[in-house]
């Protein structure tokens, strides 16, 4: 049985403050906004049989046999109310980092303490529905995507002690599909940005996974201020994966699990990843397709950073070289192929249900302006709905949820993106 597409619920999460905020970019809290609106401005359908878009996330929508509906948990406002009690946004770091000006290594995580448990619950609470409605989470900066994990946790979890003991236990796979690796923490993060870290908090991370010594200058610089600030961020850090495990009451607790093991977790379309990911992704045998890494493409033309001349291209053919030996090229298997080798790896694993984590950044950044951290050469539109296609089809391990994330409309042009994102959303609407 492959997904349950009766009762769908598009669950608005639109919070954006761990971004990277500090370059302007500010705005991810308005990507579900932004799906809305380009919904909403669709034509009128000639027929009451055709899908009529402008429908779909009003308050109940059927067509096709699914009736979907749409709930928010986060709005965008909240984000504002926030910061105005603030002050300012940045008014919520510790005195020590504003001291030390631009770097800190969990960037607004109390806004994260406060949407986490809310997230978490709600996610919950629409699992346990007896309908069975089945959770599509659009949702702004990544970092919730652990709060959302949570909450199928914490579902799995009660529905495993209501099972007979004959039956094996539900455990859930995650598939990641993104251009990066979000498997940082503070031990780890060049940039303190919240978006980076979800992987890092859902398997628990509390240490630098990298124990090579080919640190750049600006990594050494920055392990010496970890070392100096290790006993603030330590205590704030713990205290969010305690959060995420229903234990957020007790302050100075170890965090005493995690949500989920490595061997449940697998990675498609990731092309730009630091040396602490790599070697984590590597020591525990983590299940990866990725994407041609930028600084390995050099043809004349500097492609290290991303820039206007990598948003004009047309498409990135010319740019995506592989080495026909490299395993674990996506272009070198195949996008179904791949998805099966992960599903199977994951079912081997013992995962019973699956989720997926969908960031829009995983589409080439010449497709998908509109969001905080494009990466070139990444997946063709067609190519994502095809892996999604694929997924929502196969039953070796069934989808149970599912989120898009990372639409930033304040650095889109015309709403390119969010267009983007609603024709993949709207696939399962077609998929039959
Ligand atoms: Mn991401």
Not at 1 to 21: E, H, Q, R, Y
Not at 111 to 128: G, H, S, T, W
Request: net charge positive.
């Amino acid at each position: 049985m492959a997904m349950n597409k009766k009762n769908i619920k598009f669950l608005g999460v639109s919070s954006g403050i761990c971004a990277p905020t500090a370059r302007g970019k500010i705005g991810a809290e308005l990507g579900f906004d932004a799906i809305r609106a380009y919904a909403l401005s669709a034509k009128i359908p000639e027929s009451n049989k055709q899908f009529d878009a402008r429908k779909l996330f009003t308050k109940n929508y059927t067509y096709n046999g699914i009736s979907f509906q749409t709930e928010e948990i986060i709005f965008a406002a909240d984000l504002y109310s926030y910061i105005k009690k603030k002050g300012s946004f940045f008014n919520d770091l510790s005195p020590q980092d504003k001291i030390d000006g631009n770097f800190e290594f969990a960037r607004h995580i109390n806004y994260a303490f406060e949407i986490f448990p809310k997230i978490r619950d709600e996610v919950k609470n629409v699992l346990q529905d007896k309908k069975e409605v089945f959770p599509f989470i659009i949702a702004g900066d990544h970092s919730t995507a652990a709060a959302t994990i949570s909450g199928i946790v914490a579902y799995l979890e009660e529905k495993n002690e209501l099972l007979n003991k004959d039956n094996p236990p539900k455990k859930l796979g995650v598939l990641w599909v993104d251009a990066h690796v979000d498997a940082h923490s503070p031990y780890s993060t060049p940039s303190g940005n919240l978006h980076g870290m979800p992987v890092g908090m859902v398997l628990g991370l509390t240490d630098n996974y990298y124990t090579g010594k080919a640190l750049s200058n600006r990594e050494k610089l920055l392990e010496s201020i970890r070392k100096i600030k290790k006993k603030t961020f330590k205590g704030e850090w713990n205290k969010l994966l305690n959060i995420l495990n229903e234990e957020g009451k007790k302050e100075d607790a170890t965090p005493s699990s995690r949500l989920i093991e490595p061997e449940q977790l697998a990675f498609i379309g990731i092309r730009s990843y630091e040396k602490h990911e790599l070697a984590l992704l590597k020591d525990e045998n983590i299940k990866y397709y990725h994407l041609t890494r930028k600084e390995k493409v050099k043809s004349g033309e500097k492609a290290t950073k991303f820039g206007q001349a990598d948003l004009d291209r047309k498409n990135n053919e010319l740019w995506d070289k592989v080495n026909p030996k490299d395993k674990s090229h996506l272009r070198n298997i195949g996008l179904e192929e791949a998805c099966q080798d992960i599903l199977y790896k994951l079912k081997g694993a013992g995962c019973t249900d699956l989720y997926v984590s969908f960031d829009i950044d995983s589409i080439d950044g010449n497709l998908v302006p509109g969001t905080g951290t494009p990466e070139p050469y990444g997946l063709k539109i067609k190519e994502a709905k095809r892996i999604l296609s694929y997924i929502w089809k196969q039953d070796i391990v069934p989808l149970m949820a599912m989120e898009l994330v990372e639409v930033n409309p304040l650095l889109d042009r015309a709403n390119k993106t969010a267009k983007v994102a609603f024709d993949i959303i709207k696939t399962l609407v077609e998929h039959k």
